[in-house]
């Protein structure tokens, strides 16, 4: 589970590999912005991929050694009511 908006690095803060990457807003706000979650090959680097997460649908994911994965809930500001979940996929 992801609870805070920030940047993980893939091999030391996670495994890299084929990852589902899922978002469930426990307010059910329709006017909530979408979290934004980018790929970057390292930090300071222009993204790989860029991608928006709708809550209640999944996204797939592939992260090698020694990228950053940048999640942001919302653009403004950190969101209590969205929690972000990471699961290796099979």
């Not at 920030?6 to 978002?23: A, D, E, N, R």
């Not at 790989?48 to 997460?53: D, E, G, K, Q, R």
């Not at 709708?54 to 940048?70: A, N, T």
């Amino acid at each position: 589970m992801i609870q805070h908006s920030g940047s993980y690095i893939v091999g030391k803060q996670f495994p890299p590999g084929s990852y589902i990457l899922s978002c469930h807003d426990k307010e059910k706000n329709d006017k909530q912005d979408e979290p934004l979650v980018q790929i970057l090959p390292s930090f300071n680097k222009n993204s790989l991929s860029s991608l928006s997460v709708k809550p209640g649908q999944p996204i797939s994911l592939d992260v090698e050694k020694g990228h950053i994965l940048q999640i942001d809930k919302t653009i403004l500001d950190e969101s209590d009511s969205l929690t972000m979940f990471l699961q290796k996929d099979r």
